[in-house]
Nanobody, 132 residues
Framework: EVQLVESGGGLVQAGGSLRLSCAAS????????IGWFRQAPGKEREGISC?????????YYADSVKGRFTISSDNAKNTVYLQMNSLKPEDTAVYYC????????????????????????WGQGTQVTVSS
């Protein structure tokens, strides 16, 4: 059974930092793409960053987080991290990690509006609140 467990969310002031973790189990971690998505109240779920857990470590970032967020993978721990710096109030959302197997680069999967529909396994989400 695929399981994804997010942690690390919380309340932070604008300009601050948080690191989210996504601990994965139940699948061949090295073969999957792992994505971070977020959903703010009243908005669609959006893909913000993805990583290939294979040896190439291919990554993708949405323009809204590029230069501020960094995704990384520790395959020994089956864990993907999202380091979030220079947080803004508009980053406030529930953050989810998701996983699935793809044979294409992460950008092809994660950069489209329908990206959430491509991922079959999801964590429960963790709340990130950025105060102004």
């Amino acid at each position: 059974e695929v399981q994804l467990v997010e942690s690390g969310g919380g309340l932070v002031q604008a300009g601050g930092s948080l690191r989210l973790s996504c601990a994965a189990s139940g699948f061949a971690f090295d073969d999957y793409h792992i994505g971070w998505f977020r959903q703010a109240p009243g908005k669609e779920r959006e893909g913000i960053s993805c990583i290939s857990s294979s040896s190439d470590g291919d990554t993708y970032y949405a323009d809204s987080v590029k230069g501020r967020f960094t995704i990384s993978s520790d395959n020994a721990k089956n864990t993907v991290y999202l380091q979030m710096n220079s947080l803004k109030p508009e980053d406030t959302a529930v953050y989810y990690c998701a996983a699935d197997f793809f044979r294409v680069p992460v950008r092809m999967v994660c950069s489209v509006a329908a990206a959430p529909d491509f991922f079959g396994s999801w964590g429960q989400g963790t709340q990130v609140t950025v105060s102004s």
